[in-house]
Each structure stands twice: as structure tokens, then as C-alpha cells.
């Protein structure tokens, strides 16, 4: 009978644990349209296009809450934080097009008499979850916006939230001190590694990369294999070069990383 109760117990307690390692759980947005201000659509209009993957349920209230409001804060802005999640995205788009309208629907014979899609915008967004699990929630968000002019712009973040508190994790609380030499070079060397015409570090800036902004940027995901830094267009290599990923497998990374870090585990053998 003893060992009955002992064996109950136990089990008992292996269940209060499982369900206590909740993985936060994420819900999909999408949305998408086009407005015009005028009955004639080959003046061009403004496409909204939004594909939001957003936190609506963890077993810690208070950390979901404030993740929820630095995810859309980033996102949307923080007029939005305190809407119910259903409404932001709504909210979001009423306030572009009416925006777009202030824009241009004062000089709107101005834009009748021109040929073309004078009146083209563009605004993509699109966040997802690059890594999740009970410790960690590694986010992306990807902005594309296009008000004219040769080319549009498009951004991409990365935030890596600690599910314990809710904080996001920086490079200092992941790397030990006086890392940023080292890591600079490992990043430099790994573009090499994934360019194959490139044969050394010496010739990045042959290839179009400007070699002394490669450098840790603060923007990088967790996953599996290693950390993954990713550069804006401009910020290492000209717009035509796009965005360029750096994956840094964990073990290069190890002799980097601080002893006991969250992400730690991700990469230690157990004994």
C-alpha cells in the first residue's frame, strides 16, 4: 500500500511539472486588401498585406501580457498595446488608410490627369515564431514598405523573449565579456563559409561587402543548430545583396557563450 501512495505521488508530481512547462501558444492574423480613392484602379491604390503570428495563451499570465504588449508595440506601435488582440490588426489598418487618404486625397486631380499607378503604396507585415519552447521565444517581425521612389524598403527584426520573466535577451546575457572581436571575425568568416566564390575574409569587399560593418548587430533568432544574425539591406552590402543571414552553429559559439546561460541547454551534453 506504501509503495501504492509513494508511486501515486509521484506521478502526481511529474504531472504538476509537465503541465507547469506550458509552451506559449501562438495564433495566426491575416489580412489583406487593397484601397483605392477613386473608381479608377489603374491610378493604383494602397495593398495592405499582414500575416501576424501573435501569443494569445501561457500558463503565466502577467509574462504573457507583457510580451503580448512588446510584440505589438514593436509591431504596430504602442497606441495598440492595450487593445484586445482581435482588434489590433483592424485598428492597425484603419489608421494607414486614413493616413494614406491625408496623404494624398487632398491633390487628388493632380493624380486623375497623371498616367501610371501614381497612387501606388505597399505595406507587408509579416511576424512569426522562429524558435519555441517552455524557456524561450525567439520572434521575428518583417516590415516591407513601398511610398514611391525606386525601390521599397524592408526591415526584419529579431526578439528573443525569456519565458521566465518575460524580458528580452541581449547579447551581453548570452556572451561573455570582450566578445564582440571574436564574434565579428566567426561572422565574417561564416559569410565566407556560405559564399563559395568568396575564398577568404580578405575578400568581402571585393564581393560587395563592406567588411568593416560586419560586426554584431543585436538582431539575431535562436534555433537548434546555433544563433542566426541577420543584416538589413545597406547595413553590410549594398540593396541588390538583400538581407544576409549568418548562421553561427553552437559548437564555434561555445568558447563565446557564458557558463550556466538560458540557452544553454540547447547545446550542453548531459552527463
Same mark, same amino acid.
Given at each position: 500500500?506504501? /509503495?501504492?501512495?509513494?508511486?501515486?505521488?509521484?506521478?502526481?508530481?511529474?504531472?504538476?511539472?509537465?503541465?507547469?512547462?506550458q509552451?506559449?501558444?501562438?495564433?495566426?492574423?491575416?489580412?489583406?486588401?487593397?484601397?483605392?480613392?477613386?473608381?479608377?484602379?489603374? %491610378?493604383?491604390? %494602397?495593398?495592405?498585406?499582414? #500575416?501576424? #503570428?501573435?501569443?494569445?495563451?501561457?500558463?503565466?499570465?502577467?509574462?504573457l501580457?507583457?510580451?503580448?504588449? &512588446?510584440?505589438?508595440?514593436?509591431?504596430?506601435? !504602442?497606441?495598440?498595446?492595450?487593445?484586445?488582440? $482581435?482588434?489590433?490588426?483592424?485598428?492597425?489598418?484603419?489608421?494607414?488608410?486614413?493616413?494614406? /487618404?491625408?496623404?494624398?486625397?487632398?491633390? @487628388?486631380?493632380?493624380?486623375?490627369? @497623371?498616367?501610371?499607378?501614381?497612387?501606388?503604396?505597399?505595406?507587408?507585415? #509579416?511576424?512569426?515564431?522562429?524558435?519555441?519552447?517552455? /524557456?524561450? %521565444?525567439?520572434?521575428?517581425?518583417?516590415?516591407?514598405?513601398?511610398?514611391?521612389?525606386?525601390?521599397?524598403?524592408?526591415?526584419?527584426?529579431?526578439?528573443?523573449?525569456d @519565458?521566465?520573466?518575460?524580458?528580452?535577451?541581449?547579447?551581453?546575457?548570452?556572451?561573455? $565579456?570582450?566578445?564582440?572581436?571574436?564574434?565579428? !571575425?566567426?561572422?565574417? &568568416?561564416?559569410?565566407? #563559409?556560405?559564399n563559395?566564390?568568396?575564398?577568404?575574409?580578405? $575578400?568581402?569587399?571585393?564581393f560587395?561587402?563592406?567588411?568593416?560593418?560586419?560586426?554584431?548587430?543585436?538582431?539575431?533568432?535562436?534555433? $537548434?543548430?546555433?544563433?542566426?544574425?541577420?543584416?538589413?539591406?545597406?547595413?553590410?552590402?549594398?540593396?541588390?545583396?538583400? &538581407?544576409?543571414?549568418?548562421?553561427?552553429?553552437?559548437?564555434?559559439? /561555445?568558447?563565446?557563450?557564458?557558463?550556466?546561460?538560458?540557452?544553454?541547454?540547447?547545446?550542453?551534453?548531459?552527463?
Open positions: 500500500m506504501n /509503495k501504492y501512495l509513494l508511486f501515486s505521488a509521484s506521478l502526481l508530481l511529474i504531472l504538476v511539472n509537465s503541465c507547469t512547462k509552451e506559449m501558444e501562438m495564433k495566426n492574423y491575416s489580412y489583406a486588401n487593397t484601397f483605392h480613392l477613386t473608381p479608377d484602379t489603374t %491610378l493604383g491604390g %494602397l495593398s495592405i498585406s499582414i #500575416e501576424a #503570428e501573435l501569443p494569445v495563451n501561457f500558463s503565466n499570465k502577467e509574462i501580457k507583457s510580451i503580448q504588449q &512588446q510584440i505589438v508595440g514593436k509591431m504596430f506601435g !504602442e497606441i495598440y498595446t492595450n487593445l484586445p488582440v $482581435d482588434s489590433i490588426i483592424p485598428s492597425y489598418v484603419s489608421r494607414l488608410y486614413n493616413d494614406y /487618404k491625408i496623404s494624398y486625397g487632398t491633390d @487628388l486631380e493632380k493624380y486623375k490627369n @497623371l498616367k501610371g499607378p501614381m497612387l501606388s503604396n505597399e505595406i507587408q507585415v #509579416e511576424a512569426v515564431s522562429m524558435f519555441l519552447d517552455d /524557456k524561450i %521565444l525567439s520572434y521575428s517581425y518583417e516590415r516591407y514598405a513601398y511610398m514611391g521612389g525606386a525601390h521599397g524598403n524592408s526591415n526584419r527584426y529579431f526578439y528573443n523573449f @519565458l521566465r520573466n518575460g524580458h528580452i535577451l541581449h547579447e551581453s546575457d548570452i556572451f561573455i $565579456d570582450n566578445y564582440k572581436a571574436p564574434l565579428t !571575425e566567426l561572422i565574417k &568568416q561564416r559569410i565566407v #563559409e556560405d563559395a566564390e568568396i575564398e577568404s575574409v580578405a $575578400d568581402l569587399t571585393e560587395d561587402f563592406w567588411e568593416s560593418e560586419i560586426k554584431p548587430n543585436g538582431n539575431f533568432y535562436i534555433s $537548434d543548430e546555433g544563433i542566426v544574425y541577420v543584416f538589413k539591406p545597406y547595413e553590410i552590402a549594398p540593396y541588390s545583396t538583400g &538581407q544576409t543571414e549568418v548562421t553561427l552553429p553552437y559548437d564555434r559559439l /561555445k568558447v563565446l557563450l557564458k557558463p550556466g546561460n538560458l540557452i544553454s541547454y540547447l547545446y550542453s551534453t548531459p552527463a
